[in-house]
């Protein structure tokens, strides 16, 4: 290989580190913490500019990354989305009929196992920077740190961060 070849080969690998970031609605950051990297080191392995080590593939590849795909540009099947089962189907079509009320209430219930009673269980407490319309600045697969003042002990993850 000469050095066009690699230069090609680095931005065709940083590209797809790229897109699998996004498919798993991960933000830099979060990204670079998965692989014990960071922010700025994840930037460079997007534009090509160098690529992850063997030992940060494995972190990756451990967060759910394909690297076959990331490596070669040929996804293996593990990246294709789950099957839901009927019941989560229906779940999941209503939830996202429901309005931002009720959806509140449904997250409430999920994280906390059981409705909010008092103003200070609300999930704007559990879940900073959520708003009730159905989008959030939190990322899936953030872990948001439990506090004192909400009433869920543990971490919760946004998604699905293995």
């Known amino acids: ?13 940083g ?15 979060i990204f670079g913490e998965m692989a014990n990297a960071k922010n700025r080191t994840v930037i460079d392995w997007e534009k ?3 690529t992850p080590t063997g030992d940060q593939l494995a972190c ?10 990331v490596l070669t540009g040929t996804a ?10 009927p019941d989560e189907e229906l779940l999941l079509e209503g939830y996202r009929k429901m309005g ?8 409430e219930i999920v994280i906390a196992g059981k ?5 200070k269980d609300k999930l704007s407490k559990i879940l900073p920077g959520f708003n009730f319309t159905g989008e959030t600045d939190v990322q899936v697969g953030q ?13 919760f993850v946004m998604g699905n961060k293995k």
């Open 1 to 13: 290989m000469n050095l066009e070849e690699i230069k090609e080969l680095r931005e065709a690998i």
């Open 15 to 29: 590209a797809r580190i790229k897109q699998e970031r996004k498919r798993l609605g991960l933000n830099q950051a």
């Open 48 to 50: 090509g500019v160098s």
């Open 60 to 69: 990756l590849e451990d967060a759910g990354v394909d690297l076959l795909y």
């Open 76 to 85: 293996t099947k593990a990246t294709e989305l789950p099957v839901l089962a």
């Open 100 to 107: 931002s009320a009720k959806r509140r209430s449904v997250l």
């Open 115 to 119: 409705p909010a009673k008092k103003q």
């Open 143 to 155: 872990v948001i740190k439990s506090g004192a003042k909400n009433k869920v002990k543990g971490d």
